[in-house]
């Protein structure tokens, strides 16, 4: 199958037609999807009534899945999905809305600002795939912005400033940000900050991106507000209209992006009604840190 990719609005947007997804798509299929993943950067696929097992088998034409461990604070025993499906719904065991003071609802309301997924591990993640199994009428959208065109249109002060610089990233900064942090002993060792370079470049195409993040909360060697303050500016120059789309869903929508040329945020929605969206994530293979000046 040869999947049709028409660019929406921004460029950095592809829709893709012809393709179903939930079957065996073959090497060719695969790397035709590949190809527009780092042409555009975020994909958008309708109607895929994927099942976890057909919607990790289709993930995995990308490299290894990234397990979800470290990455929350729901118990294992509180998991309503495999080790590999990252949860990222609304909903708990009993497949009801959490309370609006659920501490993993509030957890989770960190989505809500700008990230790249997993840039609070060492390795952090190459794509993220998210299916809407149930989603929301209005509010709950997912928005991107394209991080290789943001990173182009800095002057070059700015980038020559920003080419080395490394940045500390957890979760811990993130949803401090939010004023969550009450964070046990063992959930504060669990996200460790790790490293990444503030600039990163492909690894197939050789373009760089700014690698920015809510989880960034340091820059190695400056002070801290100066550091945070500096994240905002670039936040948001690199989130403006130019760069920006927002995907409203439709039902069995499937919005696949590189957390290497991209951030993303969900937008508010009315939190009582069932929004049943589920992510597979495919490993990075390297340390941003590790790069090698381009
Ligand atoms: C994600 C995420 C966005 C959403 O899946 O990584 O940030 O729309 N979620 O729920
Ligand atoms: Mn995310």
């Known amino acids: ?95 009801k809305p959490l309370a ?69 990233h957890s979760l811990i900064y993130s949803r401090g940000s939010l004023g969550f942090d009450d964070l046990s002993p063992e959930e504060m060792a669990m996200f460790a900050p790790v490293r990444q370079r503030l600039v990163r470049v492909h690894p197939v195409t050789g373009r760089k991106s700014l690698y920015l993040s809510s989880h960034a909360g340091k820059i190695i060697g400056w002070p801290v507000p100066e550091a945070r303050a500096f994240l905002r500016d670039l936040t948001e120059h690199a989130t403006q209209k130019q760069f920006f789309h927002s995907h409203a869903w439709q039902q069995h929508d499937f919005v696949m992006w590189d957390n290497r040329t991209t951030v993303h945020r969900v937008t508010r929605f009315d939190d009582t009604q069932v929004r049943d969206m589920r992510r597979t994530t495919v490993a990075g293979d390297r340390e941003t840190v590790a790069q090698l000046a381009a």
């Open 100 to 168: 609006r003071d659920d501490r993993k609802r509030m957890f989770n309301l960190g989505n809500q600002l700008w990230h790249s997924d997993s840039s609070f591990r060492a390795k952090p993640a190459k794509f993220s795939l998210l299916s809407g199994r149930v989603t929301v009428g209005k509010g709950g959208n997912t928005q991107f912005c394209d991080m290789r065109a943001a990173y182009d249109a800095l002057d070059d002060a700015t980038k020559a400033e920003i080419e080395d610089l490394i940045c500390e």
């Open 1 to 95: 199958m040869t999947p049709n990719i028409r660019a929406l609005n921004t460029g950095f947007v592809g829709e893709v037609s012809g393709i179903d997804l939930t079957q065996p798509i073959g090497p060719e299929g695969a790397a035709a999807i590949e190809a527009g993943m780092d042409r555009y950067a975020v994909l958008v696929f309708h109607d895929q009534r994927f099942t976890d097992e057909q919607q990790k088998a289709f993930s995995q034409n990308f490299g290894e899945l990234e397990h979800t461990a470290g990455g929350n604070v729901t118990k294992a025993s509180e998991k309503r999905l495999d080790p590999y499906m990252a949860d990222v719904s609304n909903l708990g065991l009993d497949h």
